[in-house]
């Protein structure tokens, strides 16, 4: 049993290693398979519903093309506005933090900025979001590989029922796990997927009738980052709030705070577990530990994935009596009596 865990942890390294070898290639693959994954569903759907198989896939390729180009616009128009002033905003934001500071002091606050710890710095935030952002334009570049990726998988979706079909006759005990795993994973990635959408949506707009700066990238951002669950959404909040502190003013500021909060927790604490239901989640400690994992196999693109990936391998695990346990150190339960509920019930 030792021998069989040494095998498979050494298994797992030098595999983990082969990823970041290739973090070129497998990061456009990666968001293919999750296109894909999200896209599938709706293309089954207009077939029940009387498409000509070549029309709904015509329908739903168009719409992925419709998405790809509209993130893109959004990308191509604000980003580089962002960059180039980006040096402006981090002096403002440092000026005004330095300013705030004089004014504690003078209110009888002793505090000294040189004395905070290294790198603590508000316009490292500003910094960060910006590399995020140019890392995902980075990958927008090859749209087109990703787009073709995503049209191969998409029309292999009625013959991977046929080979499914084959595979049920030769073990259907392994097929039962994986037609859970795949369920469960689709309705994972389209819930998120929506409510992320929901979120960017939202906070997009409303950025834009408020008149904040660079608007529809912040919405953009909080729909990337809503995949994160609770820190995704703080990640995305605070560039949008410090840029509109030092283009605007403190009540703006404020309003932008409080529009975040209230998005944040009508979809992702009341609409968002309503749909999930119990079993999807996973701890906040795992979600840290893979952003750190996926961003350093993956890079920058690989925190946007890493709850995905790490929801893959739950729902995988959680498909295998087996493994299931694993599954549940990784979940979000609380209490000895939901992780006794959870075992006792059938696969999410």
Known sequence: MRANALVALAAFVIVIAGVKAIQTIMVPFL??????????????????????????????????????????????????????????????????????ALWLQGHGVSIDLNSLPTGFDPADAISTAGSFLKSMSQILSNSFLIFLMVTFMLFETVSMKAKLNYFAKKNAQNLKASEIFIMNLKRYLAIKTAASLSTGIIIG???????????????????????????????????????????????????????????????????????????????????????LFWGWVLGSVGMFLAVPLTMSVKIALDANPRTRWIAILLSDYKGEEAIVKLEDSKPI
Do not use: C, D, H
């Not at 029940?48 to 128009?77: D, E, H, N, Q």
């Open 205 to 291: 707009f409303a950025l834009v009738l408020m008149g904040v700066k660079y608007a529809l990238l912040w919405g953009l951002l909080a729909f990337l980052l809503n995949y994160i669950p609770t820190i995704g959404s703080i990640l995305a909040a605070i560039p949008a709030i410090l840029v509109t502190l030092v283009e605007a003013n403190l009540g703006s500021a404020l309003s932008v705070t409080a529009l975040f909060l209230v998005v944040n927790i009508a979809i992702g604490n009341f609409i968002e577990p309503r749909f999930l239901g119990q079993g999807l989640g996973i701890s906040t400690l795992v979600v840290l530990l893979s952003l």
């Open 31 to 100: 968001l293919a398979v999750f296109i894909a994954i999200i896209s599938a569903p709706l293309l089954l759907w207009l077939e029940k519903r009387g498409f000509p198989r070549i029309l709904a896939f015509l329908t739903v390729t168009a719409g992925v093309v419709g998405i790809l180009t509209g993130i893109g616009t959004i990308v191509g128009s604000s980003l580089n506005g962002f960059l180039n002033t980006l040096p402006e905003i981090q002096w403002k934001l440092t000026k005004l933090a330095q300013e705030g």
